[in-house]
């Protein structure tokens, strides 16, 4: 069955600081990436995707990310964090040619301004 | 502007009474969903529907149901059956895959309805 990882359940950083989220996934077939954002009172945005070709993909607000296809990950980075960045962040996996995403349980980010 | 419109924003149901929750797109999307969010647990996929008249149970489709009798309308009924319905409920809807690629389309949220109980 595919399941999907999110290593950090709560980050904190300050401003200007870098961010690094992990993902895993478990699945041995062709796969579809995604990462959402849900600021506080909004619904789910999609940030960025990954579907083929360059595994770093370059996504909303600076945020990129970078699909290592022997690590079953595509972890979420941005060099440089805003206060605005706070946010709760979920990565998805779509196996291709299936109707089912499957969500990590979320990353809880908080900046400090 | 398209997008998904789930109502209420807010739901409280009595104990043993079903509630049902509204979902509807203008995105023109085939593809239909309802998520379950709890803190800590992520979404969780209640149920989904590919076409009209058509669904699939699931991860946790247990003490729901749901109906696709129109492309835009995907509502869901919370049954006295489900024993722990306090949670936020999210719909999604997704373009299917073109017929030059397998790549799903990225799925485009409602604002969620949170369900409390009485």
């Known amino acids: 069955a595919q399941s999907v990882s999110q290593h950090n359940h709560h980050v904190i950083l300050s401003e200007a600081a870098s961010l690094e989220l992990g993902c895993n996934y478990s699945y041995g077939g062709t796969v579809n990436l995604f990462w959402y954002v849900q600021y506080p009172g909004q619904h789910l945005q999609l940030l960025l995707k990954?579907?083929?070709?360059?595994?770093l993909v370059k996504g909303i607000k600076g945020f990129e990310a970078e699909f290592i296809k022997s690590k079953f990950s595509f972890n979420l980075r941005k060099p440089s964090v805003q206060w605005s960045d706070t946010a709760e962040y979920f990565c998805?996996?779509?196996?291709?040619?299936?109707?089912?995403?499957?969500f990590g349980t979320g990353t809880r980010l908080k900046v400090l301004a | 502007d398209g997008g998904i419109t789930q109502s209420p924003k807010y739901l409280f149901r009595k104990e043993g009474q079903n509630v049902t929750l509204s979902c509807e797109q203008n995105l023109n999307h085939d593809a239909m969903y309802w998520y379950r969010q709890d803190p800590g647990q992520g979404l969780r996929l209640i149920y989904y529907s590919q076409i009209v008249n058509d669904f699939q149970k699931g991860d946790i489709a247990e003490g729901y149901s749901v109906s696709r009798e129109k492309k835009e309308s995907f509502p869901l009924t919370v049954t006295s059956a489900q024993k722990n319905p306090t949670a936020f409920y999210l719909c999604?809807?997704?373009?299917?895959?073109?017929?030059?690629?397998?790549?799903?389309?990225?799925?485009?949220f409602g604002d969620g309805t949170r369900l409390s109980i009485l």
């Open positions: 998805a996996v779509n196996a291709v040619g299936t109707y089912k995403y499957i």
């Open positions: 990954y579907f083929s070709g360059d595994p």
């Open positions: 999604a809807s997704s373009r299917v895959p073109g017929r030059r690629t397998n790549s799903n389309q990225p799925q485009h």
